[in-house]
Structures are given as C-alpha cells and as structure tokens.
C-alpha cells in the first residue's frame, strides 16, 4: 500500500526557520518526482515545488523561490523541504505527492504549519 | 504562468443531477490536464489525467474532455460522496498552477 506521511508542521513565529519531512512508503521513491503542494486556510490548493528522481532538477514557485529549499533521500524513502524566514502568508496545510509524470496520483495527509506571533 | 480559469466558482445540485464543471487555460496546455477532488477536511484525490484518463478506482460517472485551452469535467449523476470542490492542473510548463477550484454543494 502507498503512504505518504508528512511530519513536522507546528506553530512558529514570523522569521523562524522549519523543515517539513515526508515518509514513504510502498513503492521505490527512487523511481518517481516529489512534489509539494500547500492550502492556506479556506484557500485552493498552490504548487509549491518538485525534486527529480535523482534529486538533480528541482523547482519553485515565485512565491516561494529563495525561502524554500526541496531535498530528498532515497535511501531512507523521505522527502524534505526547509522553510526559511516564515511569513505569515506561508501559514497552511503542505501536502507531499508523488507526481507520476502525467498528475500527482498519491498524497499524503498533510502537515499545518501555522505562522504567528 | 499559465492561468487556469475555474467556472462556475460554486454548483448548486441535488442528488442525481449532472455536473458540468469548465477549466479554461490562458495558453494551450494541449491534453497536460488533471482534475483532483477535495472532499472537506481530506487530501485532494486525483480523478482525471491527461484530460479525459480516469485514474484507478474512479467510478465511470467522472468524465473528462477537451484539449488546448478549454476542458470539462462531467459527473453524470451526483452521488452524496460527490459533494466536494474540484481543482484542475495542468502539467505542460512550470510552475505547475491549479485552478481556484469550483465547489459542488447541496441545494
């Protein structure tokens, strides 16, 4: 069966720093791009970013292009994506997909990240 | 950026009425298009890929069309389950946008 666990939301304060993990399992994460995905409150869904398999081609949306960072390890099946100087904005709900080359077929729960003083 | 434009924004049906949702890109995304539901307080699930694919497990009620800049999504009899809001998203170029969603209530 094909998971997908995000770990690592919580409640930090403007400025901070944070990294989100995402745990698969149930089929070779090597095989497939990552994406992640994220919903403000009340709000549609906004692509984030996406790593390659190997990890080798990597990209960001201009909302978050210079803050965010993606990584992965496929040796240990996770997913990452370190969130430098939190804005409020950035408060929401960060899904981890595995993005099968036509949609992202399988999502994970998602993590709430809440940016607030 | 290309721009997907979701219509109507909310669908007011009962059970076993049609649903005709409509996703109108600001440049041709030839058939690189998905449609996701979002059941409330779930994961989106994917539904539709390549414009008119149904993914794995999706019942034949959910159709998908078009190609270029204009597609639909048709759910041919709303079932209660069906109640939900549903996103398009293309994959043709980056950054990968959605759609602003359109949501399918009870009347």
């Known amino acids: 069966e094909v998971q997908l666990v995000e770990s690592g939301g919580g409640l930090v304060k403007p400025g901070e720093s944070l990294t989100l993990s995402c745990a698969v399992s149930?089929?070779?994460?090597?095989?497939?791009?990552m994406d992640w995905v994220r919903q403000g409150p009340g709000k549609g869904l906004e692509w984030v970013s996406s790593?390659?398999?190997?990890?080798?081609?990597?990209y960001y949306s201009d909302s978050v292009r210079g803050r965010f960072t993606v990584s992965r390890d496929n040796a240990k099946n996770s997913l990452f994506l370190h969130i430098n100087s939190l804005r409020p904005e950035d408060t929401g709900v960060y899904y981890c997909?595995?993005?099968?080359?036509?949609?992202?077929?399988?999502w994970g729960q998602g993590a709430l990240v809440t940016v607030s003083s | 950026e290309i721009v997907l434009a979701q219509s109507p924004t909310t669908l007011s049906l009962s059970p076993g009425d049609m649903a005709t949702l409509s996703c109108r890109a600001s440049?041709?995304?030839?058939?690189?298009l998905a449609w996701y539901q979002q059941r409330h307080g779930q994961a989106p699930r994917l539904l539709i890929y390549?414009?008119?694919t149904r993914a794995t497990g999706i019942p034949a009620r959910f159709s998908g069309s078009g190609s270029g800049t204009d597609f639909t999504l048709t759910i041919s009899s709303l079932e209660p389950e069906d109640f939900a809001v549903y996103y398009c998203?293309?994959?043709?170029?980056?950054?990968?946008?959605f759609g602003q969603g359109t949501k399918v209530e009870g009347k």
């Open positions: 997909t595995r993005d099968w080359v036509l949609a992202f077929d399988y």
């Open positions: 149930g089929f070779p994460m090597s095989a497939f791009a």
């Open positions: 790593i390659s398999q190997s990890g080798n081609y990597i």
């Open positions: 440049q041709s995304v030839d058939r690189s």
């Open positions: 390549d414009a008119s």
């Open positions: 998203q293309h994959r043709f170029n980056w950054p990968r946008t």
